[in-house]
């Protein structure tokens, strides 16, 4: 037929596929995109040989990266291609800009040996990213569950993994034994990102501050900044060994809620159940118009 009748359902899914995008939803994105940039410009500085600058442009892509699901959040902006962007993003920033990094400053002086380690680590991070995505629509996991990660997340192992050079600009020396102990640190961390291990996520830490704590944080805050920006190698350090130190500790809170669940669940049934968790309570106490954390995952893998 020259001219075929007109369908009314495929001009209205032509509408709706051409229809205005809100201006909330990407600034997310921009922030997302934000990140990737420094994550990029991080390793053409790695490259060039300017690792103080290439390490800065790293915590500045994690610094980002936990921010842009919070304002999505916030502002009602979420959406699954910023989810998707955030994936890739953080893919880059934290397994393949990391392990580059890593390589330009010591594991190049093994060869063959340093490559795989740094390669290593990037597959795990990538692998780590797709296993999160995947369980976030697991309709099986207990509420207390999101209280935490399943293995180190990408930014956390991103900022950990880069611990021998902190040390490095800190006086020790980089000789063959430093690389080799490098290049086991950096397959060690790999490993815990793609591991079973339970790790504290404060994804469900309160959105709302007692009047008397606004000051408090501020100073708080402010004194981090400053001494961040003062003494970078020694908070980088200092923060990565306790939070190596704190790993055992989210496995034992784990374990814990996991031996509530299971005597829950062998209750007799005329017995009084347990107050309800602390995510459903924060649920039940939520205004009506508040949008929940559900909407999009948040996205510090």
């Given at each position: 037929m020259l001219f075929p009748p007109l369908d009314p359902t495929r001009s209205e899914l032509r509408r709706r596929r051409f229809r205005e995008i809100p201006v909330r939803t990407l600034v997310p994105n921009f922030i997302t995109l934000l990140a990737l940039c420094a994550g990029l410009t991080g390793l053409r500085l790695a490259i060039e040989g300017r690792l103080e600058w290439a390490l800065a442009a790293i915590v500045f892509a994690a610094a980002l990266d936990g921010i842009d699901g919070r304002v999505a959040r916030l502002i009602k902006g979420q959406s699954r291609f910023g989810?998707?962007?955030?994936?890739?993003?953080?893919?880059?920033?934290?397994?393949?800009?990391?392990?580059?990094?890593?390589y330009f400053w010591g594991l190049h002086e093994l060869g063959n040996v340093g490559w795989i380690a740094a390669m290593v680590f990037a597959i795990c991070a990538g692998l780590r990213l797709a296993r999160f995505n995947v369980a976030i629509d697991d309709p099986n996991r207990p509420p207390w569950a999101g209280k935490f990660f399943t293995g180190v997340p990408a930014p956390a192992g991103a900022i950990t993994v880069l611990l021998p050079i902190y040390l490095y600009f800190l006086g020790v020396p980089r000789n063959g034994f430093v690389v080799l102990?490098?290049?086991?640190?950096?397959?060690?961390?790999?490993?815990l990102m793609v591991s079973r291990l339970p790790v504290f996520s404060g994804k469900q830490m309160g959105t709302r501050v007692r009047p008397e704590m606004v000051l408090p944080i501020f100073v708080v805050v402010v004194l981090f900044v400053a001494v961040l920006l003062s003494y970078p190698w020694h908070l980088l350090t200092v923060g990565t060994l306790c939070y190596l130190v704190a790993l055992p500790f989210g496995w034992l809170s784990y374990r814990g809620y996991e031996r509530q669940a299971a005597s829950a669940a062998t209750r007799p049934p005329g017995e009084a159940p347990a107050p309800a968790a602390e995510p459903e309570r924060e649920a039940q106490a939520r205004p009506p118009g508040e949008a929940g954390d559900s909407e999009r995952p948040a996205r510090l893998n």
């Open positions: 989810a998707e962007l955030d994936s890739l993003a953080d893919f880059v920033n934290f397994g393949v800009a990391p392990g580059l990094i890593l102990l490098a290049l086991v640190y950096t397959l060690a961390i790999a490993v």
